[in-house]
């Protein structure tokens, strides 16, 4: 009898994890498109349905992707350089610059209104490791390879 309820289960873990899980999603100020994280990638789908494109990969997670308020660039969390650093991507031409450059991990919270600023918080400087609010401008990034 055990055996008989245990193998139902365990068919449907193999075929839960067969389904691919959608998280993070952000939409675009200004057109129609999604974007989510799926696998620890960055995707791209229209918001009404369809098909979904990858947008960023890489072997390290990419997460909390936000959309500037223009739509051109697009701010997200990496871990490819350790903890996670804030990245930003720039849609029309792909150019990629880092933000920031703590070893902390940085939570990615939201772009001002004109979209000079990118607002994050880390409690990576505070002695209790309570979240302390920082903003930076998009002039201080540099360009990633």
């Known amino acids: 009898m055990r055996s008989f309820v245990l193998l139902p289960?365990?068919?449907?873990?193999?075929?839960?994890?067969?389904?691919?899980?959608?998280t993070e999603p952000a939409l675009c100020p200004t057109r129609p498109e999604i974007a989510f994280v799926s696998g620890?990638?960055?995707?791209?789908?229209p918001a009404k349905g369809g098909e979904?494109?990858?947008?960023?990969?890489?072997p390290a997670d990419e997460s909390r992707p936000l959309y500037s308020p223009d739509g051109a660039k697009l701010a997200f969390?990496?871990?490819?350089?350790?903890?996670?650093?804030?990245?930003?991507?720039t849609l029309g031409s792909?150019?990629?610059?880092?933000?920031?450059?703590?070893?902390?991990l940085e939570q990615l919270d939201a772009w001002s209104r004109d979209g000079r600023w990118i607002y994050f918080s880390t409690g990576a400087h505070d002695v209790g490791r309570k979240n302390?609010?920082?903003?930076?401008?998009?002039?201080a990034a540099r360009r990633w390879r």
């Open 132 to 139: 302390d609010l920082y903003r930076v401008s998009m002039r």
């Open 40 to 45: 620890g990638d960055i995707w791209v789908a």
């Open 52 to 58: 979904a494109h990858l947008l960023i990969s890489h």
């Open 77 to 89: 969390i990496s871990t490819r350089t350790g903890n996670g650093d804030i990245y930003v991507l």
């Open 94 to 104: 792909g150019e990629l610059k880092r933000l920031t450059f703590d070893d902390g």
């Open 9 to 22: 289960i365990l068919s449907l873990g193999v075929l839960a994890a067969r389904v691919p899980y959608l």
